[in-house]
């Protein structure tokens, strides 16, 4: 077990924790912290740049979520047993610790379901409070008027095309985003097609440590929801707290992940938007009486008809969907390189939606174009025959049995279809366009 101490104060981060303990100075820098570990310095500024205060439980939350961050980066799993299962002991000072011992439990397990490890939390008080938001508005705010909605920005193609659909249903979003190395240009270049009322809050946590980190981050979404909490917060004091719609557009394949084979299963597979996870987080979220209401509009559609619903709208006419899509990010691995890969599993998906939609996918050129040649390749084609075998079991029929791998689903019967019936149409959509490229399946 790593234990790991989180606080704001610098003054209580010890220079040398002991074995197996690691001092995190929440909210600055490594030079500022005696540990050398450090997170967080960007957010209290942009939290300030909202421009209208947000309540204290949504900043423990977002305190809650970086020191859960911070954990997730610093106790690497290549030091474990296993080399992947962790027991992380977290101690994390908040300003109002007592709010949150009946929910300790609910979180423990949240975060269990998403990263696969045993997670210990306790919470100390003394925890930093609110920011003061900055009181000019003008270039260093974030316009918050007249907006009525978050939505979770992260450049990919769902997010985008969520984008696009808000605004031509009337409503107008504040989006919200990870600024990660390479993101942000990203983000930047899909923006450009966008209304220009937009608003958008973006940060990096950076966490520095002078260690090799952990790259897994399978808790990164639990920070991203706690991005779009703040934001929310500050839009519901401004429109008479009332609940806030968070929106986290996520197709339904991807969303619920299903274990394409049996190697997948458990926390080898993501569920940063499984339906389980967002319920866990919304029930944290009534407890605390925070005015969010987390909603991911795309649970039941598959990529590909999420970008051709968006092809039909005619409010899209004056937006040149085939430009802006092949702009958006869907490749895990693309950081490496600065190129999406085209054979891992969200790049197969993505191509099949391109196809499906019936729109010419001129993303800059994949590093793996033909898949033929991935196919034949022993060492690049683990992911393609992956879902090639989840097309043929689809093939047979989906059933609910399968999908509660992955986590447990709702108990309500036609919703539990709609979730069936969401993964066997993704399927479906990349089975035709591998059938496209020569394949029999």
């Given at each position: 077990m790593t234990r790991v101490y989180c606080d704001a104060d610098p003054n209580n981060i010890r220079r040398n924790p002991g074995p197996g303990e690691i001092d995190v100075l929440l909210y600055g820098t490594r030079s500022q912290a005696p540990s050398g570990a450090a997170i967080g310095n960007q957010i209290r500024d942009e939290i300030m740049r909202l421009g209208t205060p947000i309540s204290q439980r949504a900043f423990d939350f977002l305190t809650v979520s970086i020191a859960v961050t911070a954990a997730d980066t610093f106790v690497r799993r290549d030091d474990t047993a296993d080399g992947w299962y962790r027991e992380i002991d977290l101690l994390i000072t908040i300003a109002e610790p007592n709010d949150w011992e009946p929910i300790r439990a609910n979180l423990e397990r949240a975060l269990h379901f998403l990263s696969g490890d045993i997670w210990r939390i306790n919470f100390q008080d003394n925890g930093p409070g609110v920011p003061r938001p900055h009181s000019r508005q003008g270039s260093k705010t974030i316009s918050l008027q007249g907006k009525d909605c978050v939505c979770l920005f992260s450049g990919g193609l769902d997010s985008s095309t969520a984008v696009l659909d808000i605004a031509a249903r009337?409503?107008?979003?504040?989006?919200?985003?990870?600024?990660?190395?390479?993101?942000?240009?990203?983000?930047?270049?899909?923006?450009?097609?966008?209304?220009?009322?937009?608003?958008?809050?973006?940060?990096?946590?950076?966490?520095?440590?002078?260690?090799?980190?952990e790259t897994s981050m399978r808790t990164r979404s639990f920070n991203?929801?706690?991005?779009?909490?703040?934001?929310?917060?500050?839009?519901?004091?401004?429109?008479g707290d009332q609940c806030v719609d968070l929106l986290v557009p996520e197709n339904g394949l991807i969303s619920l992940n299903p274990p394409l084979t049996f190697r997948r299963l458990g926390s080898l597979s993501t569920r940063t938007t499984h339906p389980h996870f967002i319920s866990s987080i919304q029930n944290i979220l009534s407890a605390l009486g925070i005015p969010a209401r987390i909603d991911n509009p795309y649970k039941f559609l598959t990529k590909g008809e999420i970008l051709s619903r968006c092809t039909a709208n005619q409010r899209t006419q004056t937006v040149n969907l085939p430009q802006l899509a092949s702009?958006?990010?869907?490749?895990?691995?693309?950081?490496?390189?600065?190129?999406?890969?085209?054979?891992?599993?969200?790049c197969l998906i993505r191509r099949a939606s391109f196809h499906a939609a019936g729109l010419t996918d001129s993303t800059p050129q994949y590093r793996y174009p033909n898949l033929r040649n991935v196919y034949q390749n022993e060492k690049e084609r683990d992911d393609l025959l992956a879902i090639m075998l989840a097309i043929k079991k689809a093939q047979r029929g989906v059933d609910g049995s399968w999908l509660l791998m992955s986590g447990p689903l709702p108990e309500e019967r036609t919703e539990r279809a709609q979730y069936v019936d969401v993964v066997q149409r993704g399927l479906r959509e990349v089975e035709n366009y591998l059938r496209s490229q020569g394949f029999v399946l």
């Open positions: 009337g409503r107008n979003p504040v989006l919200v985003s990870h600024s990660y190395r390479r993101d942000r240009a990203v983000q930047n270049s899909v923006g450009h097609y966008f209304p220009s009322n937009f608003s958008h809050f973006s940060s990096n946590l950076n966490p520095t440590f002078g260690y090799p980190a991203f929801l706690a991005y779009g909490v703040a934001v929310a917060s500050a839009l519901a004091g401004r429109i702009k958006t990010v869907s490749c895990g691995k693309w950081k490496r390189s600065g190129r999406q890969c085209g054979r891992c599993v969200p």
